[in-house]
T-cell receptor, first 110, second 115 residues
Framework: GEDVEQSLFLSVREGDSSVINCTYT??????LYWYKQEPGAGLQLLTY?????DMKQDQRLTVLLNKKDKHLSLRIADTQTGDSAIYFC??????????FGTGTKLQVIP | DTGVSQDPRHKITKRGQNVTFRCDPI?????LYWYRQTLGQGPEFLTY????????KSRLLSDRFSAERPKGSFSTLEIQRTEQGDSAMYLC?????????????FGSGTQLSVL
């Protein structure tokens, strides 16, 4: 079955880059996603990558995909205090449901 | 507001009571998902619909949980004979699947507390 894992916590200083990692098991995943959740709010889609790509850049966000190792990462350049939140990776394959990871809490220190 | 809306935002109930939550998706979206989230965890899949058809229900979901989407628009999630372990945030999301790409739009959730 599908399984998506992330490290629980990351702390960075304001202005530094943040790298959040994710591993998944479903080799049929066609799209992989990053969502952000701020306290008391629902999840918000940040970005996504198609499985035949290995990199996608969107302003301060860079997504890297290593399909062979089933490893996904999200890099946030010039991290700001407003980036403090929980970040979830998610995947779906074929006509299957979207499955989420456990989330990584990003703390940005001023 | 054309986003996903959920009602109520908060629900406090006593153990053994039935509760029902409502989700209104984005109107042009054909898929609707229910997830459950507890503190420190990611969203746990409960069930999802494509139009009015319920495509999958989590094996972890007991028979006390039932969901409907009668006309392929809004959906309800009912929990019968609630237990303290049902306390969680219940999240609804909708999507329009486009060539395999499924971007979910979430509501703000219903926070359930079972006393």
């Amino acid at each position: 079955g599908e399984d998506v894992e992330q490290s629980l916590f990351l702390s960075v200083r304001e202005g530094d880059s943040s790298v959040i990692n994710c591993t998944y098991t479903d080799s049929s995943s066609t799209y992989l996603y990053w969502y952000k959740q701020e306290p008391g709010a629902g999840l918000q889609l940040l970005t996504y990558i198609f499985s035949n790509m290995d990199m996608k850049q969107d302003q301060r966000l860079t997504v890297l995909l290593n399909k062979k190792d089933k490893h996904l990462s999200l890099r946030i350049a010039d991290t700001q205090t407003g980036d403090s939140a929980i970040y979830f990776c998610a995947e779906n394959g074929g006509y299957q449901k979207v499955t989420f990871g456990t989330g990584t809490k990003l703390q940005v220190i001023p | 507001d054309t986003g996903v809306s959920q009602d109520p935002r908060h629900k406090i109930t006593k153990r053994g009571q039935n509760v029902t939550f409502r989700c209104d998706p984005i109107s042009e979206h054909n898929r609707l998902y229910w997830y459950r989230q507890t503190l420190g965890q990611g969203p746990e899949f409960l069930t999802y619909f494509q139009n009015e058809a319920q495509l999958e229900k989590s094996r972890l979901l007991s028979d006390r949980f039932s969901a409907e989407r009668p006309k392929g628009s809004f959906s309800t999630l009912e929990i019968q004979r609630t237990e303290q372990g049902d306390s969680a945030m219940y999240l609804c999301a909708s999507s329009f699947r486009d060539r395999g790409n499924e971007k979910l739009f979430f509501g703000s959730g219903t926070q359930l507390s079972v006393l």
